[in-house]
């Protein structure tokens, strides 16, 4: 069997699998710094960095030149369709599909499929910056390819 993947938010993350990205990101910066001393600086062991360095990386760094697909509910008010398109154009996203639902209640639930564009698109920015928009809610992401 294949392996799975999934997207969750930082809060769900353990604590040990953030440390490991910090741990990256110090080398990154710093290519004189060797594991043991990033992993010290972070607080972790040597042996947890080596354990889980391919298993987590910043969902952003991954999603450039991909095509990513999410659902939303937002309100249903003049305005918030164009905004959210307005959005992803902003962070280089290209729109591939996209199916709103008849509004039940006052809220239409929106699926968009988009391909975010290799060395300018900033998938979790975009998608941050989505929910941030007064009127939408529950933003998941569904998949990415």
Same mark, same amino acid.
């Given at each position: 069997?294949?392996?799975?993947?999934?997207?969750?938010?930082?809060? #769900?993350?353990?604590?040990?699998?953030?440390?490991?990205?910090?741990?990256?990101?110090?080398?990154?910066?710093?290519?004189?710094?060797?594991?043991?001393?990033?992993?010290?600086?972070?607080?972790?062991?040597?042996?947890?960095?080596?354990?889980?360095?391919?298993?987590?990386?910043?969902?952003?760094?991954? #999603?450039?030149?991909?095509?990513?697909?999410?659902?939303?509910?937002?309100?249903?008010?003049?305005?918030?369709?164009?905004?959210?398109?307005?959005?992803?154009?902003?962070?280089?996203?290209?729109?591939?599909?996209?199916?709103?639902?008849?509004?039940?209640?006052?809220?239409?639930?929106?699926?968009?499929?988009?391909?975010?564009?290799?060395?300018?698109?900033? #998938?979790?920015?975009?998608?941050?910056?989505?929910? #941030?928009?007064?009127?939408?809610?529950?933003?998941?992401?569904?998949?990415?390819?």
């Amino acid at each position: 069997m294949g392996e799975r993947y999934y997207v969750v938010k930082e809060k #769900a993350v353990p604590e040990v699998l953030l440390k490991v990205l910090e741990a990256k990101r110090l080398m990154e910066a710093n290519k004189r710094l060797t594991v043991q001393q990033a992993a010290e600086q972070v607080g972790i062991s040597r042996s947890s960095f080596y354990k889980y360095q391919d298993d987590i990386f910043p969902f952003h760094d991954n #999603a450039k030149g991909k095509t990513i697909t999410f659902i939303l509910q937002m309100d249903d008010e003049p305005g918030i369709l164009s905004d959210v398109l307005k959005i992803i154009a902003e962070y280089h996203g290209n729109i591939l599909t996209i199916h709103q639902s008849i509004p039940i209640n006052g809220v239409a639930t929106l699926t968009i499929s988009v391909d975010i564009a290799p060395k300018l698109g900033d #998938a979790a920015s975009m998608v941050d910056h989505i929910e #941030a928009r007064t009127g939408v809610h529950d933003l998941k992401i569904l998949g990415r390819e």
